[in-house]
T-cell receptor, first 113, second 114 residues
Framework: NAGVTQTPKFRVLKTGQSMTLLCAQDMNHEYMYWYRQDPGMGLRLIHYSVGEGTTAKGEVPDGYNVSRLKKQNFLLGLESAAPSQTSVYFC????????????FGPGTRLTVL | GDSVTQMEGPVTLSEEAFLTINCTYTATGYPSLFWYVQYPGEGLQLLLKATKADDKGSNKGFEATYRKETTSFHLEKGSVQVSDSAVYFCALRGWSGGYQKVTFGIGTKLQVIP
């Protein structure tokens, strides 16, 4: 099992460019999450999904969109990147509830110039 | 809302030293508490957890006790190794805005030197 994988590992964007981060899990988990990790702020939830075809906002959703067209994939999109979105992005998944243990991917380091 | 407080560090210890990383929390109700560990270049991994007051979570020589009276969940290890060098996140699972969510602390970086 690969667990939770994220693509790409690193990316540099210019202000205004768009990109999509891909998260994939092979554990048949229902729930998936996108977090951002910033120095001195811990992890903050951007969006999450409780199943295929569903998405919901977390703490810091502005400037991001997500889609869950397949159960195993959760995409995070930045339509017009801003320097404030420079961060490390982590995807996670859990079996059937928020209360279940979350399994994390290795992260994507994004820099917006 | 819910919050978790821990020092950012870095905490630098010599091998075989005793480790304590403090974690205190603010939450309504009865949250579950967690410690996650992040090794360099990797995602977070669950280290241990406790779901009710006075529970002790333990794993890989680490342990933490859920203290409701002091709203704390301090992480301890009797003898650290170089391989324990990582960032440690305290977290709680509680209710916020009508749904369950996990709130993370800022993470404490631990450096263990030979």
């Amino acid at each position: 099992n690969a667990g939770v994988t994220q693509t790409p590992k690193f990316r540099v964007l210019k202000t205004g460019q768009s990109m999509t981060l891909l998260c994939a899990q092979d554990m048949n988990h229902e729930y998936m999450y996108w977090y951002r990790q910033d120095p001195g702020m811990g992890l903050r939830l951007i969006h999450y999904s409780v199943g295929e075809g569903t998405t919901a906002k977390g703490e810091v959703p502005d400037g991001y969109n997500v889609s869950r067209l397949k159960k195993q994939n959760f995409l995070l999109g930045l339509e017009s990147a801003a320097p404030s979105q420079t961060s490390v992005y982590f995807c996670a998944s859990s079996y059937s509830r928020v209360t279940d243990t979350q399994y994390f991917g290795p992260g994507t380091r994004l820099t917006v110039l | 809302g819910d919050s978790v407080t821990q020092m950012e560090g870095p905490v630098t210890l010599s091998e075989e030293a005793f480790l304590t990383i403090n974690c205190t929390y603010t939450a309504t109700g009865y949250p579950s508490l967690f410690w996650y560990v992040q090794y360099p270049g990797e995602g977070l991994q669950l280290l241990l957890k406790a779901t009710k007051a006075d529970d002790k979570g333990s794993n890989k020589g680490f342990e933490a006790t859920y203290r409701k009276e002091t709203t704390s969940f301090h992480l301890e290890k009797g003898s650290v190794q170089v391989s324990d060098s990582a960032v440690y996140f305290c977290a709680l699972r509680g209710w916020s805005g009508g749904y369950q969510k996990v709130t993370f602390g800022i993470g404490t970086k631990l450096q263990v030197i030979p």
